[in-house]
């Protein structure tokens, strides 16, 4: 069974990165020592992280409007996601690796999003931990998106990742840790 981690540490690791301008959408959930996680507990832990997007889309556009009324009767979009269309294409141990590499396509993407960002090394570092990236400690890594110009279709299970297929990219991952026994998941689309 997964359970959403919550500590005073992820709230303010979340609420910092926000403010320095990550993209990246993120849960961590815990897992009871009973459960081997399969695609399915992948897939529950993507439905959370997409109902988290939602959530945070809602507190933001209220937000807008609570500022200035006329923003109540915009258009404003909401994503449709269809998990069951989404397959996954597990990650190689190399591949894992690389994702926790400061020189890695991850770590780039994180510090370099369309609109800049504050992020420094450390801040990626601290984020690795909170999602317990640690690649020695037999992680399953799941990639639900590939690559946006080589396997565009791949990525059709939401609209989320429209804007990112411009020129930035997509990213969505769940990544098993069995020592730490979570199960994170993390998204991005971005455009300028």
Same mark, same amino acid.
């Given at each position: 069974?997964?359970?959403?981690?919550?500590?005073? @540490?992820?709230?303010?690791?979340?609420?910092?990165?926000?403010?320095?301008?990550?993209?990246?959408?993120?849960?961590?959930?815990?897992?009871? &020592?009973?459960?081997?996680?399969?695609? /399915?507990?992948?897939?529950?832990?993507?439905?959370?992280?997409?109902?988290?997007?939602?959530?945070?889309?809602?507190?933001?556009?209220?937000?807008?409007?609570?500022? #200035?009324?006329?923003?109540?009767?915009?258009? $404003? %979009?909401? *994503?449709?996601? #269809?998990?069951?269309?989404?397959?996954?294409?597990?990650?190689?141990?190399?591949?894992?690796?690389?994702?926790?590499?400061?020189?890695?396509?991850?770590?780039?993407?994180? @510090?370099? %999003? &369309? !609109?800049?960002?504050? +992020?420094?090394?450390?801040?990626?570092?601290? *984020?690795?931990?909170?999602?317990? +990236? !640690? %690649?020695?400690?037999?992680?399953?890594?799941? #990639? $639900?998106?590939?690559? /946006?110009?080589?396997? &565009?279709?791949?990525?059709? *299970?939401?609209? !989320?990742?429209?804007?990112?297929?411009? $020129? *930035?990219?997509?990213?969505?991952?769940?990544?098993?840790?069995?020592? @730490?026994?979570?199960?994170?998941?993390?998204?991005?689309?971005?455009?300028?």
């Amino acid at each position: 069974m997964l359970q959403p981690m919550q500590s005073q @540490r992820l709230d303010e690791l979340r609420t910092r990165l926000e403010a320095a301008g990550c993209v990246f959408d993120f849960v961590v959930m815990t897992l009871d &020592p009973s459960t081997m996680p399969g695609e /399915a507990e992948h897939r529950q832990a993507l439905e959370l992280l997409f109902e988290s997007i939602q959530e945070h889309a809602r507190i933001w556009q209220q937000k807008v409007i609570a500022q #200035d009324a006329r923003h109540a009767n915009c258009h $404003w %979009p909401e *994503w449709t996601t #269809d998990l069951t269309k989404a397959s996954s294409q597990p990650l190689t141990t190399g591949a894992i690796r690389e994702l926790s590499s400061e020189e890695g396509l991850l770590c780039r993407a994180f @510090r370099d %999003p &369309p !609109y800049g960002t504050q +992020l420094q090394v450390a801040d990626f570092r601290e *984020w690795l931990q909170m999602l317990r +990236l !640690y %690649p020695e400690e037999g992680m399953q890594v799941l #990639d $639900w998106v590939g690559n /946006a110009d080589a396997e &565009p279709q791949r990525s059709t *299970w939401s609209d !989320y990742f429209e804007d990112g297929k411009e $020129w *930035w990219g997509i990213w969505c991952l769940t990544l098993y840790n069995p020592r @730490r026994r979570t199960l994170s998941a993390l998204a991005a689309s971005a455009t300028d």
